[in-house]
């Protein structure tokens, strides 16, 4: 039964990758459409309950009128089909009605509503762009992806539960009670008015303050996990007073908002009991005073104090839901305009996959600035041809390391086109054009997962025993044969941490060019990729780098000349453009700005 009701929602479909909508119900609904029906039958199964509650009143009610005008011997055979109506209602009609409200809603939509949110959410954040995550801290963006699941699931089950349940309510028990005598809800119905209103004031700034609350929330947390993330710096200043003083920067601004909602919730509780007393008073001293006129029964005045009792403990649940609501649309507002926004770099709809035969690199007049006045990269041109081992060599901010995110399209061209065996990337799928191209950086970045997760990330389905051959040709199974984690895990199957942190340097690069080689990708690129070794490991792993590079076609980045000197081809950038071009040899007898990079670098690398 459990099982039946958890599956009739799949929480990972696969929905489309379109942008969510920046409207609040537009977005609302765009995420709700999975669950929708499954809450319309929740909602009429709230309002069914709701009716029959407060026919429970007008039936005590009733109850107390039989029991003060029937004959104790005739009771049961005057009033039995109506006592065995109310038996159904609560022993069959209603628990039927409970048990399915409580299946749908706990087992279809409280877990799978909000995991299908994230999913959806994970899915297309991955999928945006490279400037987008340049501006934002991961912590923050991770944050608002729970916290906005969270937020679509509570506003719309609030709605369509809380709010079906009161309004349904409270219009039944003013009819129950105005069909006794009307003037016995004039005190109800002039309480309403009043509750309304204190909701009207107090709603909206908790509203507000919710909002600002979230967001000052999402930056909390992006700044204690951006100091968590780069512990090895914080460590190496010996900064962490300095990072309480950021946190606490951070915390004092999430603290303003906490204690302006709590004044406003003094002052709103204060406001909420002093009504509850005014409707309790009221509505008594009318029903007896009605009943002393002999209008109105016993019971009626019953009803009137039942009702009224339900309602002073469904009062404060009943703001704090609408609060609640109103706080979880600030909390979804705050994560659409972090979460909605558009992905930059986009495949087209005709888009096909890269292949690659020969490996032919062509930029053709190319023109990026990041969308700013100052272009980065001007109108270069360049045709490296299939197999061909290009140095790129400058000062830096030369545009060296942008040239590559342009060939890896994490950026779109302002102007010109890139084009590998004669294909446009712009007109390629972008997960083709990145299978086709290896890459070691100088910042070498490792998932928090297993050694072994780590390597073969490069090929998917590759064994371990294909692993353990590319760590050996990266001269680095010696000290991955040595790894523990604290789980016990050892050698491939080790954790490395968050980012590599556990592994040196030189180890996690020795893994990125693992991975890599695995990868086998026939365009490779090298930035800075052998910066974090030392030279005898450089040394020992030069056999495993001319392995790699072999029949493919290859631009490598690095500052230290000598470890691209023996390239086909050096093009020496600055300030966007193509400067020189040539082999080490004629760059040096050029005399122009290689041959004075070298010289500062002294020239004492290479034989």
Known sequence: MF??????????????????????????????????????????ITAAIAIIEVNLFGFMGDLVNWFAASNRETFLSDHGSQLLLMAVLLLVIMPVLEIVWQFLFHQTVMGNYPMSIRWRLHRYLLRQSMEFYQ???AGRVSQKVMQTALAVR????????????????????????????????????????????????????????????????????????????????????????????????????????????????????????????????????????????????????????????????????ILWEVSGVFENIGTVQDGISTISQPQLVLDRPDAKELTVNRGEIVFDKVCFDYGKDVPVIDSLSLTIRPGEKIGLVGRSGAGKSTLISLLLRFFDLNTGAIRIDGQNIAEVRQDSLRAQIGVVTQDTSLLHRSVLENIVYGHDGASEEEALRAAEQAQALAFIEGLEDRSGNKGMHAEVGERGIKLSGGQRQRIAIARVLLKNAPILVLDEATSALD?????????????????????????????????????????????????????????????????????????
């Open 135 to 137: 501006d934002e801290f």
């Open 154 to 317: 509570e506003v719309v089950s609030r709605l369509a539960d809380v709010f079906v349940y009161v309004s349904v309510y409270f219009t039944s028990a003013l009819y129950l009670i105005g069909s006794a005598k009307w003037q016995l809800a004039l005190p109800m119905l002039i309480w309403i008015i009043g509750y309304i209103g204190a909701l009207v004031f107090f709603v909206p700034k908790m509203r507000d303050i919710s909002r600002a609350q979230a967001n000052a929330r999402s930056e909390m947390v992006g700044k204690v996990v951006d100091a968590y993330s780069n512990i090895s710096v914080v460590k190496l200043f010996s900064h962490a007073a300095r990072e309480d003083d950021y946190a606490r920067q951070s915390m004092t601004g999430f603290m303003d908002n906490v204690y302006a909602m709590m004044r406003l919730v003094t002052v709103m509780e204060i406001t909420l009991k002093t009504l509850n007393n005014l409707l309790l008073f009221s509505s008594m001293a009318v029903g007896i005073y009605y009943w002393q006129a002999g209008l109105v029964q016993p019971g009626d005045v019953a009803l009137v104090g039942g009702i009224v009792m339900r309602l002073r403990g469904m009062s404060e649940w």
């Open 535 to 607: 030279s005898e490991v450089e040394a020992a792993i030069q056999d495993s780098l001319n392995l790699l590079m072999k029949d493919k076609t290859v631009l490598a980045i690095a500052h230290r000349l000598s470890t691209i000197a023996s390239m086909d081809r050096l093009i020496v950038m600055d300030g966007g453009r193509i400067v020189e071009m040539g082999s080490h040899d004629e760059l040096l007898a050029n005399n122009g700005l290689y041959a004075s990079l070298w010289d500062r670098q002294s020239g004492g690398f290479i034989a």
């Open 3 to 44: 099982s039946f009701f958890e599956k009739l929602v799949n929480p990972f479909a696969n929905y489309s990758l379109e942008q969510p909508p920046r409207g609040f119900w537009a977005f609302m609904w765009y995420y709700t459409r999975p669950v929708a029906p499954y809450m319309v039958i929740v909602s009429v």
